[in-house]
């Protein structure tokens, strides 16, 4: 290097050398002196330095420029990588490369290129990142947002910003997505109400907002849009609850009507997708206009209907009304109180009264007789058992003064245990007519008013049946009286005449009235023989033998049909006379049977057997008693012809009854 | 006695000193060969049947209408005093275990159960434990309601057959008293005189007032049921028309399982129900036979021949007891290839 300049001063000095010596012979020729020729070579001398100092100095410029151009480039380089978050490039590498400054550059320059291209790359990612944020951002909360936040610092534009980044934005994409996809629930929800209420859809989500009825893309879901949305729905779900209770109460009142007017079923199904929601929660009532304004009002309209109809058949529905109170007032012995309910209708065509208020009005009436009813229930059913008890004391007499009692017979030993019976109940008659006379009193003094059956009031039957009573004891003394009487006139007609009358004469004399002769209390054994009826096939008389002299034949008309067997329930299966075939089975009827055969053996005839005889069976029951059964009681039998009450008897018990009779 | 004599061997040994009325019941213990005999003259007589002596008598309140062993010590006695009544054969001890209220018509002791059933014609059935002190307060087990009057009863284990008027069957089982195991109807269409449950528990023989025997099963399964009959007996024919008699008795032979019936025509009647054949008849007895009872080895068989007042309250033959000794061919079954003896 060091040549160069020595070949330039070598070749100046050459090429200068003749311009000098050409300058000399000029000067010669001019005759330039020689200061003035020094002068001239001096600023020949300082030009040149000048020319060369110029030289050196734009080297020098340049010089410096470069060294500016790289620093500024390795700068930058430094910066970009910093800002990009990667290491730093080794410059020194490069200088000790090749060592002079242009080398540098051109080796600098390219790396700045790079890292420029990079950072700008780098740039532009971040710049889609946010342009992608603030994107979503804008659509879910457009006003709260402030757009100039949505930068990004270029000074840091790491790998790891851009990842933050990106994840931001990725949590902003799930976030719209799980709008939208809210803000189609909610849609659908909207969809779901509009069909029940019967609104339209369209409408609707364009109230809220007109982009929601559009594609999925372009539906605005920003914040205020949704909120609008959530209440547009609320409102829509308080309107379906409020027509849906609306809906349930005509639907009870449907319910209501129909049971009241007995509506018909066909009617009734018409309007069977009211009634059928009556309970119907919030969730189930999703048909299509089931609570749309116009269905509801045709409820209302049919509601109505029913009870303007109503209103017409007030008038029925309070004589049904009418009709259960008389039922109940009938039920618990009070007299119906007609003069009322009569009165309140004439106020009703007279329009002082409406039907409803009417019915108000039996409606406390009945109730107030059903509160009377339980009170009245416990005294009403000692009553009852009194009214028995007086019955069967009436039977009881009845039966007392029937002279065939003791006549052991079909059902006489049932008699004989409703005689029993009644003799114990009737026992219990004062004690229980006290007792209930007492709390007919307590319940009088309690409600201050008299308790009334069937319109009577309960002492006054109570004393009138003491009196009744009172009234037979005198009769029954006064007949003991006249029987005494009758006996000493007998005594003494034995005394003058010296034997008594007849029993039998007397007897027959009495028999069939029923009166009362005390004869009769004594076992009537062979005192007694009532005329058989000859022409009654089927009762014919028995002839017992020898020793036996009772007889069983008894025709008193009962009064209780239940006691008695008619058909003679001895089963006699010789059919010796044609007439008898073999009866069609009926397996709770008897035989009829005819009569014995005479061809049977030689052991069981006896006297007059050519008479075909048919044996009625006499059971007897006997009282209770350990020795009671010794004094057999006899008893009325219904006619034996009654075709219809057959009781079927054993051998046993019918020797029981012979042999009780035979006792006597 | 109006008829002609009977030869006193062809009916068996007549046991002296029988009641003077009706016999309603007889039975053999099942300890020995004594006798306990019911009847209409009130009283309960013990008979050793052996030795043809009687061993005692009872006086009951009225007409006994049935009796039955508690052992060879003791026995019970139903009468139509309405009393259930006990005695003690050894010292001539009675009293009364209870009341119904009406007459008790059938009695039995269940040795299973411990327990004395009584039946009676106030429709029901009672229970009475002999081991309490007398009184029905201490004594009396259960009542339970049938139907209708009882007319007969019969045990065989645990089961208890009760027959009632108008043809009701009840069937319990005496350890679950509460409610009868099957309510049925007699199937025979005739008033049900007599129930008897066959020795191996299997079922029961109805006989009815119209001269016929159904044999019946407790298993009312079908294929048990296919097994049921019913067949015809103790019945006369004149002019191709059936004279029929009540079939007042059955008994079981304890070791063969046949059964004897004994009806109103005074026959006795000995019958293989397996094999659905007649093994024997017994020559006819002076009236209708009352009662019937094998002895516990089956070799005797106690005859009652008593009126039982199928036709009233006629003149009869005097009542009698024949005690006959039993011969195997009379009783063992014959499969059904052998012809029976008619």
Known sequence: ???????????????????????????????????????????????????????????????????????????????????????????????????????????????????????????????????QIRKITNEIRPAGCNQSEITFDESELTTRKLEELHKELQSLQKEKSERLKMVMGQLKNLNSLCIVLGLEFEKMVAEVHPTLDEGEESKNISDDVVDRLASTIQRLREVKLQRMKKLQNLATSLLELWDL??????????????????????????????????????????????????????????????????????????????????????????????????????????????????????????????????????????????????NAGRGAHLALKRAEKARAIVNKIPAMLQNLSDKVTMWERERRKVFTYDGVSLHLMFEKYNVHKMEKAQELERQKEQKKLHRLRVAEQEIRYGSKPSPSKCQNSRKGRGSIAPRKRLSLGGAQSAPPRPDDPQRKKLTPSAKKTSDRLFFSPGKRSAYCSPSPTKLRFNDSTPHQPELPRQPFSQLPHPNNVISAPPKMISGDNSASRTPILMPVHMQVGPTSYLTP???????????????????????????????? | MSAAPIPLNSGGKELLNPPSDGISNLRFSNHSDYLLVSSWDKTVRLYDANANLLKGEFLHGGPVLDCCFHDDSSGFSAGADHTVRRYVFSSGKEDILGRHDAP???????????????????????????????????????????????????????KLVVATAGRHINVYDLRNMSQPEQRRESSLKYQTRCVRCYPNGTGFALSSVEGRVAMEFFDMSEAAQTKKYAFKCHRKSDNGRDIVYPVNAMAFHPIYGTFATGGCDGYVNVWDGINKKRLYQYSKYPTSIAALSFSRDGRLLAVASSYTFEEGDIPHEPDAIFIRSVNEVEVKPKPKTLAAPS
């Not at chain 1, 065509?349 to 007789?369: C, F, H, K, R, W």
């Not at chain 2, 059933?117 to 029905?136: E, F, H, V, Y």
């Open chain 1, 1 to 131: 290097m060091n040549e160069l300049h020595k070949d330039y001063l070598l070749r100046l000095e050459r090429a200068c050398g003749p311009l000098l010596q050409q300058l000399q012979v000029i000067w010669d020729e001019i005759g330039e002196s020689l200061a003035d020729r020094e002068k001239i070579f001096k600023d020949l001398e300082h030009e040149c330095v000048e020319a060369h100092q110029i030289k050196l100095d734009k080297a020098s410029h340049l010089r410096a420029h470069l060294r500016q151009s790289i620093a500024d480039a390795e700068a930058e380089v430094a910066a970009i990588c910093s800002a990009m978050g990667e290491r730093l490039v080794n410059n020194t590498q490069i200088n000790q490369k090749d060592g002079s400054l242009k080398s540098e550059v051109s080796a600098i320059v390219p790396l700045l290129e790079e890292m420029r291209n990079r950072r700008a790359e780098r740039i532009g990612q971040f710049l889609e990142v946010t342009e």
């Open chain 1, 261 to 406: 007017m007995d509506v018909p079923i066909e009617e009734q199904q018409l309007f069977q997708n009211i009634t059928r929601n009556v309970a119907a929660s919030e969730h189930e009532l999703n048909e299509i206009n089931i609570l749309s304004v116009g269905f509801l009002k045709s409820a209302e309209v049919e509601v109505s209907r029913l009870e303007n109809l109503k209103a017409r058949k007030g008038k029925d529905i309070v004589l049904k009304k009418k009709f259960e109170l008389e039922e109940l007032r009938q039920k618990t012995h009070l007299l119906p109180e007609d003069g009322e309910i009569n009165f309140a209708f004439e106020a009703v065509e007279a329009g002082a009264l409406s039907y409803s208020l009417l019915m108000e009005q039996i409606d406390n009436q009945i109730s107030l007789v059903k509160e009377d009813v339980l009170s009245r229930k416990d005294i009403l059913e000692k009553v009852e058992k009194w009214l028995n008890a007086c019955e069967e004391e009436n039977w009881l007499e009845e039966y007392s003064k029937d002279e065939n009692r003791y």
């Open chain 1, 633 to 664: 009681v006899k008893h009325q039998l219904e006619s034996i012809n009654a075709p219809d009450q057959v009781i079927e008897y054993s051998f046993e018990e019918s020797r029981l009854a012979c042999y009780l009779a035979a006792q006597n």
């Open chain 2, 104 to 158: 008790v018509r059938c009695i039995e002791y269940s040795y299973a159960a411990g327990q004395v059933i009584t039946g009676s014609w106030d429709k029901t059935l009672k229970c009475w434990d002999p081991r309490g002190a007398s009184g029905p307060e201490n004594t009396l087990v259960g009542t339970y309601q049938q139907p209708e009057r009882v007319y007969s009863l019969s045990l065989v284990g645990n």
